[in-house]
């Protein structure tokens, strides 16, 4: 993702120094490559850019949605009615959307989930348990990430202890299939550099080839339609050694 970068302010005094000039101090190490890609060829991409620069795909903006920048053009976006069919018309569902966190995900430890504070502590150790060189960037998916209750508590651990965590983290992303999801993932960001939110087909992950050191999908892959080949992407996305941390049920999800 972009960064920003400041340059120091130079002074410089009204009669030259006598003395040498110092050494310019090294240049910083370059930010990461973008990790996005477009879904249709794979071209390298940026969240600035509005179309692919190899194959045109667009990239709009969905204003209705949070801003968010869409990257799914395999998903096209339908006027939402209130029944749908499974799978992830039940969750492109705005009403699905809006009563997410007012219980719906709560009521998975019915299922025996540990809550979403407790999956946030599972895969902070399994972030930990990951064996990455020192070089390769902690760029972090969230897929399937809903209202990204994950991302949000993440990101309350992440910048209340920003130290502990830069070795795990380096720049998080949650996207969705969902146009409503990624509103709410948006809009209920405590703070909009907590994480960059994007609308994904998971069966055509907008992602370089090994551009990920983990992905994270909490109860989530039971709604894939196309689980295979979100597997298949998910393989591809991650860099050699990177991990790939599931929930899900195995029976019993309504709208599934």
Not at 164 to 178: E, Q, R
Not at 206 to 224: M, N, S
């Amino acid at each position: 993702a972009p960064t920003r970068r400041t340059l120091p302010v130079l002074t410089q005094s009204a009669a030259p120094s006598a003395s040498p000039s110092a050494p310019p101090a090294a240049d910083a190490p370059p930010p990461p490559p973008s990790p996005y890609a477009c879904p249709v060829c794979r071209t390298a991409i940026s969240l600035f850019d509005t179309s692919c620069p190899s194959c045109a795909t667009a990239f709009p903006r969905l204003s209705r949605y949070g801003n968010v920048v869409d990257l799914a053009p395999s998903l096209p976006i339908s006027a939402p009615t209130l029944f749908q069919t499974p799978k992830l018309s039940t969750f492109r569902n705005p009403v699905v959307s809006t009563i997410y966190d007012l219980g719906w995900r709560a009521s998975f430890r019915q299922s025996g989930f540990p809550g979403v504070d407790g999956e946030a502590r599972l895969f902070t150790e399994f972030l930990r348990g990951l064996d990455l060189p020192a070089s390769v960037p902690r760029t972090v998916l969230d897929l399937s990430c809903g209202t990204a209750p994950a991302s949000r508590a993440i990101a309350a651990m992440r910048n209340a202890s920003p130290g502990a965590w830069t070795p795990l983290v380096g720049s998080w992303i949650a996207a969705d299939g969902s146009e409503s999801m990624v509103r709410e993932a948006a809009t209920k960001r405590a703070r909009k550099d907590d994480y960059e939110v994007v609308r994904a087909d998971c069966a055509a992950l907008p992602f370089r080839d090994g551009a990920l050191a983990a992905v994270h999908a909490g109860a989530a892959v039971h709604c894939w339609s196309r689980l295979q080949d979100g597997l298949r992407e998910v393989s591809r996305v991650l860099v050699p050694g990177g991990g790939f941390f599931a929930t899900t049920f195995t029976k019993g999800a309504w709208g599934t």
